[in-house]
């Protein structure tokens, strides 16, 4: 077994730019890990959700928004 985990969505209101930029630098830096268990298109946000909500996946998921 393991530890429960969650599904979770969120929305962001307002200006994100700053706080990502810390994370960003703070990761780059090595002062923050990441770990990415699934990566795809945002077109395949089934196939993660699945993925996560059957536990399949260790870390995050991160999908791929392209314009």
């Known amino acids: 077994m393991g530890p429960a985990r969650s599904l979770t969505s969120f929305v962001i209101e307002g200006d994100a730019g700053p706080d990502l930029a ?17 990566q795809g298109s945002w077109d395949r946000f089934d196939e993660a959700a699945e993925a996560l909500h059957g536990r399949r996946v260790s870390g995050k998921a991160v999908l791929q928004v392209t314009r």
């Open 22 to 38: 810390v994370l960003t630098e703070l990761t780059a830096e090595g002062a923050l890990t990441v770990e990415i268990g699934w």
